[in-house]
Every structure is written in structure tokens, then in C-alpha cells.
């Protein structure tokens, strides 16, 4: 089974200041990996994800995040965050070899700064 | 509709009582989930179908809780005899791929209040 750690449940930064959300995983097979943002009074939608390939994904509004197997992790990244960025941040993670289940994490709350 | 929608967006209910959420997926989407949301839990799953498939049930906290799926489309949440640690938004997704290499659509979720 699979399962996603968040370590960071609520990170204040500044305007324009980089950030990035740390998200770990665990799990014995191949996954995919995702970032999921859900901002006030809204649905989730997905930020962007890992499927194969380059271990260095960009998404929407700027966000980044890199998969490192080795660490088992898929940090959320932003060299300049705005106030617009203030949401819920879940990672979350996928058995690519056919479970098709999605877990996630336990969320980041980014609070921007002004 | 455009994207997925959940019904009723609030409910209250008194402890004891069943209530049923309602989701309808975006169309064409095969893959179906339910989540539950609690303060400071997270997401946490609940069940999933995937087309005729038989649905995976691993998630459902206890026995009070059932879902099914009706023609491969619009599905419904039943929480029977509702507790207080019911209370929490409850969440549906749809995804076009069953291997979620595409996007899972989320519902904006309906917030159960049990009293």
C-alpha cells in the first residue's frame, strides 16, 4: 500500500519569497505522483503530476516539483509565490501498476505573506 | 454538466438518521471516487469504481457507510444511523483514464453536519 506524508502542515511566507512544500512517500511499487490545490471556498484541481519521464515537472501559476526516487519525495516548489498562491496544498500519490487508487497526503496550508 | 457536480452542497442531520449524497461525474468518466475530508485528516478514501468492475470498498470506515453506482454514471454516498465523527465534506472525483495518467476532476463536496 501506499501512503504520502506532508510534514509542513501550515507554511507562512512572504510575498515574492521562494517557497516549497515537502511531500514524502512510501510504497513497493512504480507510482505516480501529484500535486493537487484546493484554494478557499473551492474544489481541488490538480496542479501538475509525475508520470514518467523527466524527473522535473512543471505545472500551472508557476509551480514546480521534482521527483526524487532515491528519497522517495516530490517537493513543491515556486521561486516567487503571490498572494493569489494562499490555498490548501495536498500531494498525492498512485500504484501506476493498476491499484488506481489515489492517497493523499494530510495537506499544506501556504499562507502568503503581503 | 461541465464538470462534476455534488448534491446537496450542506446538509444537517440529526445523529441516528441516514442521509445519501448524491455525485454526478463528468460524462464519459469511468473511473468514480469518494473521499472524505475532516479537519486536519486530510483526504481520506473511501471507495472507487471503475467501469462494470467490482467497486473497492477497502476504504469505508464501518458497515454504515455504502456507496453505489448506477449505470456506470451518477453514484450515491448512504451513511445510515449517522454519527458526529460523521461530520466532514464528502468529496466525488471522476477520471477518464482508470490508471489516472489523466486528471481526476473533483466536486466542490458536500458538508455533512451531524447534530
Known amino acids: 500500500a501506499q501512503s504520502v506524508t506532508q510534514l509542513d502542515s501550515q507554511v507562512p511566507v512572504f510575498e515574492e519569497a521562494p517557497v516549497e512544500l515537502r511531500c514524502n512517500y512510501s ?25 514518467s519521464g523527466s524527473t522535473l515537472v512543471k505545472g500551472i501559476n508557476g509551480f514546480e516539483a521534482e521527483f ?32 488506481n487508487n489515489l492517497f493523499f497526503g494530510t495537506g499544506t496550508r501556504l499562507t502568503v505573506i503581503p | 454538466g461541465a464538470g462534476v457536480s455534488q448534491s446537496p452542497s450542506n446538509k444537517v442531520t440529526e445523529k441516528g438518521k441516514d442521509v445519501e449524497l448524491r455525485c454526478d461525474p463528468i460524462s464519459g468518466h469511468t473511473a468514480l471516487y469518494w473521499y472524505r475530508q ?15 468492475s467490482a467497486p473497492d470498498k477497502s476504504g469505508l470506515p464501518s458497515d454504515r457507510f455504502s ?8 453514484s450515491t454516498l448512504t451513511i445510515q444511523r449517522t454519527q458526529q465523527e460523521d461530520s466532514a465534506v464528502y468529496l466525488c472525483a471522476s477520471s477518464l483514464d482508470p490508471g489516472l495518467r489523466t486528471e ?9 453536519t451531524v447534530v
Open chain 1, 27 to 51: 510504497s513497493s511499487v512504480s507510482v505516480y505522483l501529484f500535486w493537487y490545490v484546493q484554494y478557499p471556498n473551492q474544489g481541488l484541481q490538480l496542479l501538475l503530476k509525475y508520470l
Open chain 1, 68 to 99: 526524487n526516487k532515491s528519497q522517495t519525495s516530490f517537493h513543491l516548489r515556486k521561486p516567487s509565490v503571490h498572494i493569489s498562491d494562499t490555498a490548501e496544498y495536498f500531494c498525492a500519490v498512485s500504484d501506476r501498476n493498476g491499484a
Open chain 2, 38 to 52: 475532516s479537519l486536519g485528516q486530510g483526504l481520506e478514501f473511501l471507495i472507487y469504481f471503475q467501469g462494470n
Open chain 2, 67 to 74: 456507496a453505489e453506482r448506477t449505470g456506470g454514471s451518477v
Open chain 2, 104 to 112: 481526476a476532476f473533483f466536486g466542490q463536496g458536500t458538508r455533512l
